[in-house]
């Protein structure tokens, strides 16, 4: 198995609700990353993971929360979000933090806030 | 921090040979990778260089030289299915973070 599952693929949602996005890979990763994906622009790294724990995070806004519950599992947790954060949020996974060269790519999960 | 050139669109024939180019400043490099990415659809890893030279994976070549700050994904026997975005990526040295460059759209017409 070597894929990176994201669910749900689409999301719309106005900007008082909470939902989250999750995130799964069973390659036995120990480094997972969330990336934004504005159209026709390259990814952004948001937050990593190494070995359940955050090693990164790039000053994202509070509203948008991550979660590790265990090594297969990532999740974002998103509140009171923008309009502008709407866009293609990327789940990935690597063997450890130090082969991010080869990140494994979910499909993504297309988010609109309106 | 990283500042990662590559042309915004580029068009080809089908059958023919495509390079696409990637020029780089870093104050720290840690190795550089091209990704594809279609429409729609998640990046996938094609390469990865970290040191000069050229890399060839069947159709799919890649060039790297540090001293320059520049690399070229090489496509040959252009098919239509190569149409897709092309994302030169840098790994920083002191953090290993991938940042990505703006990617390449590749337009391969019959």
């Known amino acids: 198995d070597t894929e990176v599952t994201q669910t749900p693929k689409h999301l719309v949602m106005g900007m008082t609700n909470k939902k989250s996005l999750k995130c799964e890979q069973h390659m036995g990763h120990r480094a997972m990353y969330w990336y934004k994906q504005k159209a026709k622009k390259p990814p952004e790294l948001m937050f990593v993971?190494?070995?359940?724990?955050?090693?990164i995070n790039e000053s994202v806004p509070s509203r948008f929360s991550p979660e590790c519950p265990n090594s297969s599992l990532l999740n974002l947790h998103l509140h009171a979000l923008q309009p502008e954060d709407s866009a293609l949020y990327l789940c990935?996974?690597?063997?450890?933090?130090?082969?991010?060269?080869?990140?494994?790519f979910g499909e993504g999960s297309r988010l609109t806030v309106l | 921090g990283q500042n990662i050139d590559q042309p915004t669109e580029m068009t080809a024939t089908e059958g023919a040979i495509v390079q696409i180019n990637c020029t780089y400043q870093?104050?720290?490099?840690?190795?550089l990778f091209w990704y594809q990415q279609h429409a729609g659809e998640a990046p996938t890893f094609l390469s990865y260089n970290v040191l000069d030279g050229l890399e060839e994976k069947g159709r799919f070549s890649s060039f790297l030289s540090r001293s320059k700050g520049y690399s070229y994904l090489l496509l040959k026997e252009l098919q239509m299915k190569d149409s897709a975005s092309y994302l030169c990526?840098?790994?920083?040295?002191?953090?290993?973070?991938?940042?990505f460059g703006t990617g390449t759209r590749l337009q391969v017409f019959p």
């Open positions: 993971y190494s070995y359940e724990k955050l090693s």
């Open positions: 990935a996974s690597s063997q450890d933090q130090l082969n991010t060269g080869e990140l494994f």
């Open positions: 870093t104050s720290g490099f840690n190795g």
């Open positions: 990526a840098v790994r920083e040295l002191k953090t290993d973070k991938l940042i």
